[in-house]
Structures are given as C-alpha cells and as structure tokens.
C-alpha cells in the first residue's frame, strides 16, 4: 500500500514541475501581440471569406497590423471599414475595394434540357448524373449552390439562372468558389461591363441548345470606338483596361448580354480614333 501511495506522490510531484516549467516556459517564450492587432481585427466585418486574399480576418489584421498590406483590402466592410483600420494605423484609407459577383450566365429556362433532374438540388451532384440536365456544358445549371453559399443572401434563382442582387452583394467571392463550372466571377469599381455568357460554341451550335447564349455575331466589336471588345474562341470578351463603360455595346447586343454593373460609372471619355 505505502508502494502505491509513494508512485502516486511521485508522479503527481512530477506533474506538478512539468505544469511549473510549462508555465514558466510560455511566459518566457510568449510572443508579443502587437496592439493594433485587435483594434484592427474588431475593426473587420467577421466574415472570413478571403475576398482580402488573406486566409481570413485574423491572417489579414496581423498583416495589416504588421504594416505588411494595404488597410483597404476588405470588400465586405467597404470604405467605412477601410477608414477605421486606416485610423487605427494612422495611414490613409484610399478607396476600398468593391467587388460584386457577376454570373457568367443568362440562360436559364432558355436552355434546351437533356432530361428532368429529381436529384440533390446541388449544381455539384446534378453534373455528377451525365454532366448536368441541360445541352449547354458552359451553364449555370440553376440549382442554387451559390445561393445556399452567399451568407448576405445576394444571389437567387430567377426563372433557372442564377442572379445577383446588386446591392446586397459583399464582394465575399464565397459563390465564386462554390459554382462548380467557374461561372461567377468579381467584377471590380472599373471593370463593370461584361459579357453574360461563358459558351464558347459555335453559333450555329449554339443556337440549337440556347435561345439567348452568344453567337459571336461581332456587333459589339464593330460599334466599340475604343477597341475593348473582341471575339475570341465564338465568345465576346471585353479588354477592360481599354473599356470606358460608355455602354454602347450592351445597347447593341442583339441578345442583351451585355451588362454594365455600374459599380463606379464616371463621365464618358472621348473616343480615340487610330
């Protein structure tokens, strides 16, 4: 009996240093957070999308409070958020970074079906059946994985497509990682106009699956004075260093799918001629 209680009175005496050099060890060791640290992560909406190119609020606050980034990389709090963190850093805000997601896609109801999907209403599992119910292997597939993923309830699905509610939209790029075809995409304040349409078939194929899809018909490459425009692989693309947003080529779209987001729309330039 004595055996047991002097093991016991040994290994608890033993417990009892470890636990001492332990807590002397993180003292000394500690790391010193810098203060700003959380003064600038409180400062940040808690959304932890990303969209900041960080792996989260709390990677993007050590950067900022590091004096390693910009103070307006979060496009979720926007320029009231860019200005609390500029304040706390003691540096100048700039203009934050706004971006809204923009669905490559107008078809919809207006896309030929390949048969009646009674699946998991997930886009992921229904490209798993055949590569998804309908003829377009470029469209949205209308089932709503980008809806469930946006947490600011911005995208809905309207009449089989995917769409974007403007001005509830964070710029979280959460749907842009969950559509399995790669069809959402961050339009920035200057690069607002695009082409709503990711098909990159022939017309004359086209036609047979989709009633509103390009057909690379070069109408908007004609009437662009600046040269943004041109068709490449049957499929309008727009050069935005070049584009003025003068919105001439979504008024001549034959299909409209040509879009100005207006994020940040400034006086129309003059055209140059070459």
Do not use: W
């Amino acid at each position: 009996m004595n055996e047991i209680v002097a093991a016991i009175t040994a290994f608890g005496g033993m417990g009892l240093a470890l636990g001492v050099v332990l807590a002397g060890a993180s003292k000394l060791f500690a790391v010193q957070q810098d203060p700003n640290y959380e003064l600038v992560l409180n400062a940040l909406p808690g959304a932890n999308c990303g969209a900041c190119g960080f792996a989260g609020c709390q990677a993007y606050a050590q950067a900022v409070a590091a004096g390693e980034t910009d103070v307006n990389l979060c496009p979720v709090g926007g320029d009231g958020c860019a200005a609390a963190i500029a304040a706390i850093m003691g540096v100048e805000a700039g203009r934050a970074s706004r971006f809204m997601a923009m669905v490559m896609c107008s078809g919809g109801v207006r896309v030929k079906k390949k048969y009646d999907y009674a699946g998991i209403p997930d886009c992921v599992a229904a490209l798993s059946a055949s590569g998804g119910p309908i003829e377009c292997k470029y469209g949205c597939l209308g089932l709503g994985t980008c809806a469930a993923a946006c947490g600011f309830g911005a995208i809905n699905v309207v009449e089989g497509v995917a769409v974007v509610d403007q001005e509830r939209c964070a710029g979280c790029m959460m749907c842009v990682k969950s559509c399995p075809r790669k069809l959402i995409i961050m339009a920035t304040q200057d690069d607002d106009v695009n082409v709503c349409c990711s098909s990159m078939e022939k017309g004359a194929i086209l036609r047979k699956v989709c009633e509103i899809g390009c057909l690379g018909c070069r109408i908007c490459e004609k009437v662009c004075k600046y040269g943004a425009i041109h068709i490449h692989d049957n499929l309008a693309v727009i050069d935005h260093e070049k584009c003025t947003s003068c919105g001439d080529c979504a008024e001549k779209c034959p299909r409209r799918l040509i879009v100005d987001a207006n994020l940040d729309r400034g006086p129309r330039p003059e055209a140059v001629n070459d």
